[in-house]
């Protein structure tokens, strides 16, 4: 086994050391094949600082899904756990478990139900819930958070920058600046999250579009330092796409030098029977270059010419280059309206990087376990309330007000049905005595969130499209409240206990608490 091997890096190996010293003391104790319960959730939204999420877009699941299927404990894998050895130099892990690995090591008998790519989800509601024996269950752990937390971070600033910019394309620029082969799962993640297109060639090849750029400043300057200049660079890029022609203005003087020249060069491509396409800012005060280069191109006879920005933008400076257009186009004869429709929007570090909340707070945690052939819930005790788990075997379940939109996630355990009673008791997950009524009256649906995505090493739900998983994520943010969608202080959307639901995590909270006064050996009390 080489140690720069990559395959083995990311492959089963790609857990945390206390997964596998969990999952030998679970096979030594005769727990490994005991059926278990994990859910995936996470406990807050990003907080960007300035600004705030008030939703996230769920993404990565069908990437975890293709690592669990190419993921075993192989022979190599087991020959390199067979070296490890404790700090006395015996081996680490047993030879009778490094042969149960051997021959049921994989993630086949995983069954795993999940609310789909691409759908608005909240804090501490289940995105995905695994069931399957102990042992392997409890390995999954550490992967299925590197696939499913960092997407959903992408997905969910992506849509939040699709939102600010009113319907303009948004581009992915961000591979340079990501966080390695991650960028991969970024600029997916990115496009689930309404982003257009991405420059990435490679992602942009797996997933069935196009890759989109201009070219760089160092074209400009290649020809600026050999004595040909702007305009000749121009022109160059210009003969060899006339039909993609987008030149990046801002290398020597935008207003001066970069517009005039492109505008030289887009009369010439006219000429030659072809239309350009636009160009690109990328450094200054972008919404009055926009504004002042809409002018020019106008008065030029290329209205249609799109103008993409770029440089360091996220949902806010987009905002704000907007809300700077909507004030001042006017003044120098520019259709604010007619500009922002022309507009694209290119945008890397702030977004693959997710630039003030770089890391999603997804946990998995156990819920429940098979004792005496029944689910026995599992809790966690914490002094910080926020992080009590919801346990019990559950379900997920969006209410949509009179309004049709929604109003709250529900979680019931499995056995419920809350449609069946004339009202509902919700209660928040962790505040004692914090609940509210929901009359049926009032509700106009009721929906279940999960679906079966995987059961015994079969796919379920198929392959969805970006197209797919996009229209997703519009429909739900078509159906949620403007307010939880605002970029900044957006409203609390409730996610919310059953009743059951509340007195189970209540009951065993109690009951853990009191067990451990009673197992407290006395003399840890004494002063």
Known sequence: MQPHDRATAEGILLTDQYQLSMAQLYFREGLHTRPAQFDYFFRSYPDYGMHQAGYAVT??????????????????????????????GKPFYDET???????????????MRAVPEGRVVHANAPVAVVEGPLIMGQILETSLLNHLNYPTLIATKA????????GGPVLEFGVRRGPGSGSNAGARAAMIGGAAFTSNVGISQ????????THAHSMVQA??????????????????????????VDTIDTLDSGVPNAITVFKELRVAGHEPIGIRLDSGDLAYLAIRSARELNRAGFDQCQIVLSSNLDELAIWQ??????????????????????????????????????????????????????????????????????PGDKRVWRVYDNRGLATADVITQSDEDPAASTSMQLFHPHRPGSHRTLRQADISGLEPLHADVLAKGERLAGRPSIDEMRARRQADLDRLDPGVRRLINPHVYHVSLSAKTKA????????????????????????
């Open 59 to 88: 993404a990565g699941l069908e990437w975890l899904l293709d690592w669990m299927e190419q993921s075993s404990f192989d022979a190599s894998v087991i020959e390199l756990l067979r070296s490890k050895t404790t700090s006395t």
């Open 97 to 111: 478990f490094l042969e149960w690995l051997s021959e049921h090591g994989d993630l086949g008998s995983i069954v």
């Open 159 to 166: 849509s939040r920058m699709v939102g600010a910019a009113r």
């Open 206 to 213: 797996v997933l069935g579009y196009d890759p989109k750029g």
């Open 223 to 248: 020809y600026m330092a050999v004595g040909a200049g702007e305009l000749e660079a121009f022109r160059a890029f210009a003969r060899s796409y006339p039909d993609d022609c987008v030149l990046l």
């Open 321 to 390: 280059i907007l809300s700077q257009i909507d004030a001042e186009a006017s003044r120098y004869g520019v259709d604010p309206k007619a500009l922002i429709a022309r507009l694209v929007y290119g945008v890397g570090t702030r977004l693959i990087t997710s630039a003030g909340h770089a890391a999603l707070d997804g946990v998995y945690k156990l819920a429940a376990i098979e004792n005496d052939g029944e689910w026995a819930p599992a809790i966690k005790v914490s002094e910080n309330p926020e992080k009590v788990p919801t």
């Open 504 to 527: 189970l995590q209540s009951e065993l909270v109690t009951r853990a608490r009191e067990t451990a006064r009673d197992v407290a050996d006395p003399q840890l009390s004494e002063p």
